[in-house]
C-alpha cells in the first residue's frame, strides 16, 4: 500500500548475496590420489603448508564438532594446537560447553577448510584429554591474553553484562601479567586421534577428488584409502 517500493526483507537480501557467491573460482591445483603417502598426516602437513603459501587466513582454525550428552550436535571454530602420530590437538576449558560435551561423549569431528586452494579436510575419531603437563605447556607457550582468556573462565556461562566480563577480563589481565607462569587446571588439551580423515578437492567442473584414509582404531598403523564420488 502507498507509493513505497516493497522493502527486501532480510531473506530477500541474503538470496542476493548468495546468487552472486561463486566457490572455485581460481583453477584448482591438482591433486593426484595416487600419489599420497601411506598415511594421512603427512598429506595434511602438505595440504596445510600449501594453504599459508596460498595466503589463506587462518588456516590454522577449524570446525570442531561436538554431541552433547542427549546425543544432538554442536560445533565452533577453534584453533589447531599440533597434530602428531596421536592425532590433531585443539585446547579449551574442560568446563566449557565443549569440555563437558567431551567428557559426556569423547568423540568429535574437525573440518577445515582452504578455500585458497580449493580444498577441505575432514577429521573424525574418538578423543582423549592431554597429560596435565601438556595442557600446561600449551598454555606456558601461549600470549598474554590467550592466558588472561583462560583464566577469565566460566566459558558458555551466562553473562549479565558487558561491564561484568570487563572487570573480570582486566583482573584476568593484570593476573596473566603479574604471574605468566599461572597454571589454569581447566586448561585442556585434547587429541582426536584418528580414525578417519578426508582430504576434498575442488573442481570448478564439479569433479571434486575425494580421498578418504580410514584406520579400524587409533591404535592401528593400517590405513586404508578409498575415493569417494564426490
Ligand atoms: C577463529 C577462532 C578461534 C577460536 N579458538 C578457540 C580455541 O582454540 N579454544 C576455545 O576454547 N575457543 C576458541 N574460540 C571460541 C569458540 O569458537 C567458542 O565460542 C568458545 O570456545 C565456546 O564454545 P562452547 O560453548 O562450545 O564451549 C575461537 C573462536 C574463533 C572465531
Do not use: C
Not at 13 to 23: E, K, N, S, Y
Not at 30 to 58: H, I, K, M, N, S
Not at 147 to 163: E, N, Y
Amino acid at each position: 500500500m502507498g507509493d513505497h517500493p516493497p522493502m527486501d526483507t532480510p531473506a530477500d537480501i541474503l538470496d542476493t548475496l548468495l546468487r552472486g557467491q561463486r566457490p572455485w573460482q581460481s583453477e584448482p591445483p591438482v591433486f593426484d590420489p595416487a600419489d599420497t603417502p601411506a598415511e594421512p598426516l603427512p598429506l595434511f602437513v602438505a595440504w596445510f603448508a600449501e594453504a599459508v603459501e596460498a595466503g589463506q587466513p587462518e588456516p590454522h582454525t577449524l570446525a570442531l564438532a561436538t554431541v552433547d550428552a542427549d546425543d544432538a550436535p554442536d560445533v565452533r571454530t577453534v584453533t589447531l594446537r599440533g597434530a602428531d602420530a596421536r592425532g590433531w590437538r585443539v585446547a579449551t576449558r574442560a568446563d566449557s560447553r565443549k569440555g563437558r560435551q567431551l567428557a559426556a561423549s569423547p568423540r568429535a569431528a574437525l573440518g577445515f577448510h582452504w578455500p585458497a586452494r580449493s580444498r577441505q579436510i575432514r577429521v573424525r575419531g574418538p578423543v582423549l584429554p592431554a597429560s596435565p603437563e601438556e595442557s600446561r605447556a600449551d598454555l606456558r607457550a601461549r600470549s598474554t591474553g590467550a592466558l588472561a582468556a583462560a583464566l577469565t573462565g566460566r566459558q558458555s556461562a551466562p553473562l549479565g553484562s558487558l561491564d561484568e566480563l570487563a572487570r573480570a577480563s582486566a583482573e584476568a589481565w593484570r593476573t596473566a601479567r603479574a604471574e605468566p607462569e599461572r597454571d589454569v587446571p581447566q586448561w585442556t588439551v585434547y587429541v582426536v586421534a584418528a580414525t578417519e580423515v578426508e582430504f576434498w578437492q575442488g573442481d570448478p567442473g564439479r569433479r571434486h577428488v575425494r580421498l578418504v584414509y580410514r584406520r579400524p582404531s587409533p591404535r592401528s598403523p593400517e590405513w586404508t584409502r578409498q575415493l569417494l564420488w564426490p
